[in-house]
């Protein structure tokens, strides 16, 4: 209810506005040319009362019409139409009332009724569709920031379920892969489950606070990583080395939760996990250029599917797009005959 007044309000306010500096503008000129006496003061008013009354009725017939609606060719055409038709009420008006009030100029007392008519329909003509471009501007105007508004409010909540869509394909992969670690320790090995048991605790709680964040600091993925990679070593054993090369200096800096983790998980499902030779993994991190350089090196081939899931391309890919923007990349490459490189590019500004 306070907005729908606020615009009434408004409008009222740009009414009185636009007529008085309308009214304001024809006394400069009159004072300039020297014609500014009373019957030029009493023919102002009758105009401005008489077009102020006639713009509002335009207005509730735009309104009525539904013409802001309609398509820009429409638009144009209905404006038009409508400012003739008020124009004419206009000029007709303002004739017979400066007529009956005494208030016609001489040269206008030899002219015919149509002539008089004529002579400002045309003027009124051009005031009134002045007021109706200024009209349609302002609309167009607000309209479009009302849209761009609501595309970012959009845009923000697409990305917003785009990002958690991604966030639960990954987690049920990681947790699935897990348990089949954990399971196959179970009769083993039950002080090693035991400890892996704790290990996917940690992770696990990770994970489910992972989602309430777009970033985390280095330091907590790679913490998690490394619950992972113990977890993994207890199923390993021997044909596992793991190898961390991290700058101090990236430790601070934010990354998608669960991204390194994916990665380095991918790498053990298929690099280590298909080859019965001794493998191993290098994580390394790195900031140059005033950007953030993750890597996960590991043994194995470069085999990717058509559809990209098997490492986890399009997810990683997709995360990065929506957080950094087009500032960020992913690659994955065969760096030589033995050995598959996964690079994350952050930008740090």
Known sequence: MDLYLWNISKYWLFQFLGWLMFAGINIFFAFTYKLFDAQFIGRLGVY???????????????????????????????????????????????TYLSMLAGLEYKEEAQWAISQKISSNVFSSFIYLFIWNCIYFIYHYVAESRKNQLDNLKLEALVKSLELKTIKSHINPHFIFNAMNSIR?????????????????????????????????????????????????????????????????????????????????????????????????????????????????????????????EGFGLQSTSNRLLLIFGDAASFSIEQLNKDMVEAKVIIPLS
Do not use: C
């Open 184 to 308: 196959a320790l179970i009769d083993e090995d039950p002080n090693r489950a035991r400890e892996a048991v704790t290990a996917l605790s940690n992770i696990l709680r990770y994970s489910m606070s992972s989602d309430q964040h777009e970033t985390i600091t280095l330091e907590r993925e790679l913490n998690i990583v490394k619950d992972y990679l113990a977890l993994e070593l207890i199923r390993f054993e021997d044909r596992l080395n793991v190898q961390y090369g991290i700058d101090d200096e990236t430790l601070d800096h934010q990354v998608p939760p669960m991204m390194l983790q994916t990665l380095v998980e991918n790498a053990i499902k298929h690099g280590i996990g298909k080859t019965m030779h001794k493998g191993e993994i290098s994580i390394l991190a790195s900031e140059t250029n005033g950007q953030l350089v993750l890597s996960v090196i590991n043994t194995g081939l470069l085999v990717i599917q058509p559809d990209h």
């Open 48 to 94: 401005v009362v008489i077009g102020l009354l006639m713009s509002h009725f335009m207005r509730l017939t735009i309104k009525w019409l539904k013409l802001l609606q309609r398509n820009i060719n429409f638009q144009l055409m209905g404006f038009i139409l409508v400012s003739v038709v008020f124009a004419t009420a206009v000029g007709i008006g303002e």
